[in-house]
């Protein structure tokens, strides 16, 4: 048999570790073939590219982000050649399977649950006689228009899966790509809106193993590691196990990300990674979804957010580890006033990164079982997003995915910190209502519907605290300034603004500079910039506050600042150097 597995991934640099996991197991009694796309990818080329490795059987692994191209793709090969066996399998199959057999008729098999033993098992009776398929547990199928369900019939041992990290044709894709690691399955906790609660316990994968796994991936080039364990911390000793043997063999330029349950993470723990990790090795990502008390409680979810806070804290003031929070809208009986207060509490601890995502209402989960006691209605196709319930209508969804939008161009992706910490806590009321007038202002403005370039970026933030009428408008702008240089690489032909001196003016401010370079502290001096680097590798920018004395206590003291920006011409960055008149001319009295 030619076997072929295959999914469709969110991105290129995604990988899918659940197809290698069975082509693992599967071998060396079958050979199977890897074939992956991404759901951006036009479904004609998916097809056609499956159909040219003429294959007998394929296997697709199906998630809430593909399942709709999948369906699309199934359905088109089965056309071109009925006689392909199509096998499901995957989380957003497992649940519902009746649902699927209807919704999916040219699938021949679904693979229910953990699918490594089952998957062989079904290739080898696909290989044989075909007519022992109700002696497997795990799949479900149809026999004379009657649907075959049969459950699965125990846990895999995790210490004996062979390794699925070590293909020779994945060698090439390692430094590229994200590749993904598992040391454990299953999850401690039960909140109710994640599929991960529905299977009980934690069961580990061999640590040797997975150590061994590690080395090969990082000597094989492998520079992004993401760790999918549900809880990567809920054993304290084996999370320090691990933290201290990546500490001790990473490699220069690799990145391990965990999930982590912070409110669970003792001190020790992070004092010992603030202490002995090196920067930006590790990056936390933390399920915060709400932090009201009753909506937690309907849920499911036990968490102590005054521990949490101390984690995220420590961590943050350790400057070593990246810090990626989620929150969830639309839970139970959390209406937009306190929506609003849940993304305050958690903006508050200034994680690197803010995920604002919406409930969806995966199948298998108490909460979707549960979807009329709070009158939810949602998509009926994936990723089977809420649409409203009873106490968060239609409107207030949209309001906040307007937030969310800005949120994650301004916020996320660190192009003006300053200028956003500036406005949040000195203009705006609290960090949401910024992030929500700014939002509905640029759907407003139609902005939404078309692409921008970083300066757009700028130019629409200054366009809607204009119309605003802010105070302070002109510290604003200053501050977007400095995070406008800040930002570049390297010296840009123009900025998004009128430059603020004239020729004669910034000649003698450079005259200035040449003469006394100490203005601009001891940084600049050890440039040694001669005259020439001074005016081709630098720009100049008038701000109306003390930039220095902002950066080194917080506070805002007007003053006519002269803000200098050297560009290294290796493009490594940019250098920012300022100085105030008034203490310039104090200095040289």
Known sequence: MNII?????????????????????????????????????????????????????????????????????????????????????????????????????????????????TFKELLAELKGERKQFGKIGGIAYRENDKKIIHPQISKLDLKELPSPYRFAEDQQHLSKRVTYIETSRGCPFNCQFCLSSIEVGVRYFDREKIKNDIRYLMENGAKTIKFVDRTFNISRSYAMEMFQFLIDEHLPGTV???????????????????????????????????????????????????????????????????????????????????????????FELRPEELQLGFLKMLRGTGLKLRASDHQYIYSDYSPYEILGNNVLSFDDIVRIKQVEDVLEKYWNDHRMNQTIEFLVTRVFDSAFDFFQEFGTYWDQQGWSRIGHQLEDLFRRLHQFLQDKKIAELDIAVGFMKYDYFNTQKYKPRKPWWEQSFEKAERTAIYETILQNGAILGEGYQNLQLNEKDLYKHTMLEEIPFDLNEYLKKGSIVRARGIMLSYFDPSGIGSSIFSYTEEKTLQANK
């Open 256 to 346: 391990f990300q965990f999930e982590i349950t912070a409110d669970i993470m003792r001190p020790e723990v992070i004092q010992f990674l603030n202490d002995h990790a090196p920067a930006g090795l590790f990056r936390f990502e933390i399920g915060v979804q709400s932090t009201n008390d009753p909506t937690n409680e309907l849920v499911k979810r036990k968490q102590n957010f005054e521990k949490l806070t101390r984690t995220v804290t420590m961590v943050k003031e350790g400057q070593k580890i990246d810090q990626h929070l989620d929150l969830i809208a639309g839970l139970p009986e959390e209406d937009y006033s306190t929506f609003r207060k849940t993304f305050n509490d958690v």
């Open 5 to 117: 597995l295959s999914t469709l991934n969110a991105k290129y640099i995604h990988t899918s570790l659940s197809i290698r996991y069975l082509k693992a197991y599967a071998e060396p009694d079958f050979v199977v073939k890897l074939a992956e796309y991404t759901i951006k990818d036009p479904i004609m080329n998916i097809v056609g590219d499956l159909y040219s490795k003429k294959p007998d059987v394929v296997g697709f692994s199906c998630y809430i982000w593909n399942i709709e191209e999948t369906i699309e793709v199934i359905q088109t090969l089965k056309k071109i050649n009925p006689a392909i066996t199509i096998i499901l399998g995957g989380p957003e199959v497992t649940y519902d399977v009746s649902h699927w057999l209807d919704r999916i008729p040219e699938a021949d098999f679904i693979v229910i649950g953990e699918g490594e033993s």
